[in-house]
């Protein structure tokens, strides 16, 4: 199936652990001070949907994974196209960036559900013009997260290791079908992670509107 490709959206991805939503705060220093148009998200959102899904990861709410499959997308759908949504953005000439996307659907609920279960449930989103691919080594992901206060339902060494070949997978056959991915080493420190994530921004961010 076709897909349409929404330009000036710009996704994040990675196992639990691998500095996505610490990369994110960084970006925006360096977007305020780029003069672009910009807005940042994370899935699961902030809204309703995303707070029931908060309490899925946490055990709280023990939902069954179908189910969490249903609860991203529903999420997501608000995501692109609520109002002032990921879709309403572009198209004025924002760049929008979120902090994880489908991509996470194809590769966690894949491992939970059965695959084609988030296959056809994603199947008809947009696809963003790139992906960020943060590569850790899972031992060293959950030596990072070791030091977190509660850990979620999938934050587990044997589960991240799963995630972490899921991801090839997946994201191999869209690179094969032409979207762009962009792997970045984040073993490297901080600092070079920061500044590779945004080499792979800048020449986008040179494309939309100015504030
Ligand atoms: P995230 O907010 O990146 O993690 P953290 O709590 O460490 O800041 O993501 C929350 C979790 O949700 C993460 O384990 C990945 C998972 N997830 C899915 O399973 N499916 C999805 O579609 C999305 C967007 C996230």
């Given at each position: 199936m076709h897909r349409e490709t929404l330009q000036g959206f710009i996704v994040l991805e990675g196992i639990d652990g691998s500095g996505t939503t610490t990369q994110l705060g960084l970006l925006k220093t360096r977007l305020e001070r780029s003069g672009v148009a910009y807005s940042l998200g994370c899935e699961?959102?902030?809204g309703p949907i995303g707070v029931l899904i908060r309490s899925a990861l946490s055990g709280?709410?023990?939902?069954?994974p179908e189910t969490v499959a249903r609860l991203f997308v529903a999420d997501r759908g608000e995501h692109l196209?609520?109002?002032?949504?990921i879709v309403e953005r572009c198209a004025r000439g924002e760049l929008v960036i979120s902090d994880r996307y489908l991509f996470s659907s194809l590769v966690y609920q894949g491992l939970t559900c059965e695959p084609s279960l988030p296959e056809r449930l994603n199947e008809s989103f947009p696809l963003p013009e790139l992906v960020i691919f943060f590569e850790l080594d899972p031992d060293t992901a959950a030596g990072r997260m070791g030091s977190r206060a509660s850990l979620e339902i999938y934050e587990n060494l044997e589960f991240q290791s799963q995630v972490a070949q899921r991801y090839r997978t997946v994201l191999s056959s869209f690179e094969e079908a032409g979207m762009k991915v962009v792997h970045i080493d984040?073993?490297?420190r901080s600092e070079q992670v920061e500044e590779a994530v945004w080499k792979a921004i800048a020449p986008l961010a040179n494309k939309v509107s100015r504030r």
């Open positions: 699961p959102t902030t709280s709410f023990d939902a069954r196209y609520g109002p002032d949504g984040a073993e490297a």
